[in-house]
């Protein structure tokens, strides 16, 4: 979800997560991306316990269950998508092997060490990059891998107005060698980076938004908050159309040492 820095009450929040919960992914991101972030994971078995940390509806969740062994347990804040979520893996006939549970990223339900694999996919800004990977760490076993994605700038220099925009809304953003720099003094090897590919935003995530957008309109017509929600999506799908060269989300790939 966007709206990084947005207070919400109570209202806003079940539109939001009813907005959200009509579209697949909840950020931008793709199978293809999951699987090519997964080929540099190795040592999983049937044993590895997996946290999909954000999981959201657990889009890129369903994807990671059907190409490594072990357990997934996904977690989000939001119950819808935790329902939402618990129904897909039954669908795909997964649910001996992924739970998704109700819970917040600063107070995760781990045992220091139990984890193999840390994912975490358009989330971990909530918490902020580098809170995150320090944090979270503990969770890992050594040698366990922890893998996220990030608003990153790609240049060292930007028009003022996507500078103002992401400063508002989420100033932890940097460019990706500081990250990699946070990653390396949080104590993991930066094992690799990439871009995720426009299509990520575009096809994956603005694009199913468009219907939702429609309908959502429909069903709250008159309603100014539902109106801001959508306006909200629609300028930062315009701000990313003018400045896509200047940033995007980037794989950041570490091995807890
Ligand atoms: N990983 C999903 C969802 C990304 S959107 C995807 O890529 O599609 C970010 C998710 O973080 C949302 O589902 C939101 O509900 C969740 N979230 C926000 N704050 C959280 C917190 N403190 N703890 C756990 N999840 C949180």
Known sequence: MSNENKSIHEFDFHLICEYFSSVERQGPGSP??????????????????????????????????????????????FPTFIDLFNLNAGKLNLQDRIKGIVGSMDHLPFQHEELDLIWSEGAIYNIGFERGLNEWRKFLKIGGYIAVTEASWFTEERPAEINEFW??????????????????????????????????????FYAPQVFAQEAFLKKYAGNNTAEELIANQRHEVELYNKYKEYYGYVFYIGKKI
């Open 167 to 204: 400063m508002d809304a989420y100033p932890e953003i940097d460019t990706i060698p500081s990250k990699v720099t946070q990653m390396q003094k949080a104590g993991y090897i930066p094992v690799a980076t990439f871009v995720l590919p426009e299509n990520c935003w575009t096809e994956h």
């Open 32 to 77: 293809e991306v999951t699987i090519k972030a997964l080929g540099f994971i190795d040592h999983l078995t049937n044993e590895s316990r997996i946290a999909d940390i954000g999981c959201g509806t657990g889009g890129q969740t369903m994807v990671l269950a059907q190409h490594v062994p072990g357990y997934i347990t996904g977690i989000d804040l």
